[in-house]
Every structure is written in C-alpha cells, then in structure tokens.
C-alpha cells in the first residue's frame, strides 16, 4: 500500500485542519488505518486508528474530544479532522495501514506501511 498524507499547514490556536491520506496499491478497505504524529525531539505518538469497516475509532487520550478519524473506502481515504488546535499539536503527522489487527491500536510496530507524513504548526 502506498500512503500520501496531505492538509497540514500553518494554524492559529483554536482552528481547525483536516488531514488526508489517499492510499493506492492495494484493496484500501482491507486495510486498517491509523495516524501518529512526531514532534521536534519527541518520539512518534499514536492519534487515532479506525478499524478497515470504519465502524470503530480509537483515540489517544490527548485528543478525544477534539479530533476525528473517519474513512471512506470508496475514495481510499482516511482522515482526521483536527479542531480546537493546541501549540502543543504541532508535529509530523503520518498515517498507517497494518493489515492485521492484533494488539493495541496504538503500536506503531504493528503497522504494515506508513505515508510520508504532513507538517502541522499550531501557533499560539
């Protein structure tokens, strides 16, 4: 599966952002989803996942209430509505597809393929 993240940019403090990921390659619903983020001299973090059917989300406790993760498997998509922006949201986010789903959703090491990622800066 190849991932292109894209819809990062530059935002004020309380805005909103809406990352996508377009998959191409292989069968897309197969496939379940997940987005980490990296901050400066920070380790990858888990943000959410959603399981291939799209019927169930999961979320890092930083960002429940304020972001989404949706897909749509007719368009090969996934995203992440991001809304009451943080400065400390600004970070590399990346988005993963892992075919398997077995542990936790938050294991990056369970993940089968990851995208380029997209720079979110949330100024304050």
């Known amino acids: 599966v190849q991932l292109q993240a894209s819809g990062g940019g530059l935002v004020q403090a309380g805005g909103s952002l809406r990352l996508s990921c377009a998959a191409s390659g292989r069968t897309f619903s197969n496939y379940h989803m997940g987005w980490f983020r990296q901050a400066p001299g920070k380790e990858r973090e888990f943000v959410a996942a959603i399981r291939r059917s799209g019927g169930t989300a999961y979320y890092a406790d930083f960002v429940k209430g304020r972001f989404t993760v949706s897909r749509d498997n007719a368009k090969n998509t996934v995203y992440l509505q991001m809304n009451s922006l943080k400065p400390e949201d600004t970070a590399v986010y990346y988005c993963?597809?892992?075919?398997?789903?077995?542990?936790?959703?938050?294991?990056?090491?369970?993940?089968?393929?990851w995208g380029q990622g997209t720079l979110v800066t949330v100024s304050s």
């Open positions: 993963a597809a892992r075919y398997l789903w077995v542990g936790v959703p938050g294991d990056p090491g369970k993940y089968d393929y």
